[in-house]
């Protein structure tokens, strides 16, 4: 199986800021590579799919890149509504695996 | 505008089998691919399996192999997932998905809370 490893676990943040998040594949996964985005007692929610392509209504400041091992979220600038958790997923195998998350907090 | 609505939360004592029921509306199912994914209390996200367009077979995350299997009625549009030997590590919020190649997981279900516990 493809493992997928993101780094930091958990982020503290300001309203404003820039953020990175990391994700990293095992082996290549090309740019089969989707972002979603968890709150707190609902179903996560798409937001970047194929590495860098947006989902449809998804705020522009979310972006994507990456391809092959190393893969980046970036939120140009952080938002109130955006502290939530954050998974990679890779769908390149026949297996697909996620990331372990990642926890954007308030600072 | 595809929906997947899910069945509503089990508890289960420690061996026991649980079946969870996903209705499709919006689309027919034999238009899609659902998947299912799991999140314990507190814990990330897990793919248990789903089927493989492709292929036309339903592929299962080693993890469950053995334990789990996915059905689907087209009669009813609805899927299944059904788990057996439950052991309380069972314990986890269980998740229908859309998905496809292009996207990953485009549409969720809301989620059924599946409780193991003598």
């Known amino acids: 199986d493809i493992q997928m490893t993101q780094s930091p676990s958990t982020l503290s943040a300001s309203v404003g800021d820039r953020v990175t998040i990391t994700c990293r594949a095992s082996?290549?996964?090309?740019?089969?590579l989707a972002w979603y985005q968890q709150k707190p007692g609902k179903a996560p929610k798409l937001l970047i799919y194929?590495?860098?392509s947006l989902e449809s209504g998804v705020p522009s400041r979310f972006s994507g890149s990456g391809s092959g091992t190393e893969f980046t979220l970036t939120i140009s600038s952080l938002q109130p509504d955006d502290f939530a958790t954050y998974y990679c997923?890779?769908?390149?195998?026949?297996?697909?695996?996620f990331g372990q998350g990642t926890k954007v907090e308030i600072k | 505008q595809v929906q997947l609505v899910q069945s509503g939360a089990e508890v289960k004592k420690p061996g026991a089998s649980v079946r969870v029921s996903c209705k499709v509306s919006g689309s027919t199912l034999s238009d899609l691919s659902l998947h299912w994914v799991r999140q314990p209390p507190g814990k990330g996200l897990e793919w248990m399996g789903g089927?493989?367009?492709?292929?036309?077979?339903?592929v299962y995350a080693q993890n469950f192999q053995g334990r789990v299997t996915m059905t689907e009625d087209t009669s009813t549009d609805t899927a299944y997932m059904e788990l057996s030997s439950l052991r309380s590590e069972d314990t986890a919020v269980y998740y229908c998905v859309k998905s496809t190649y292009d996207k990953g997981h485009d549409y969720w279900g809301q989620g059924t809370l599946v409780t193991v516990s003598s």
């Open positions: 997923q890779q769908y390149n195998s026949y297996l697909w695996t």
């Open positions: 194929k590495a860098s």
């Open positions: 082996q290549s996964v090309s740019t089969w």
């Open positions: 089927l493989d367009l492709e292929d036309a077979e339903t």
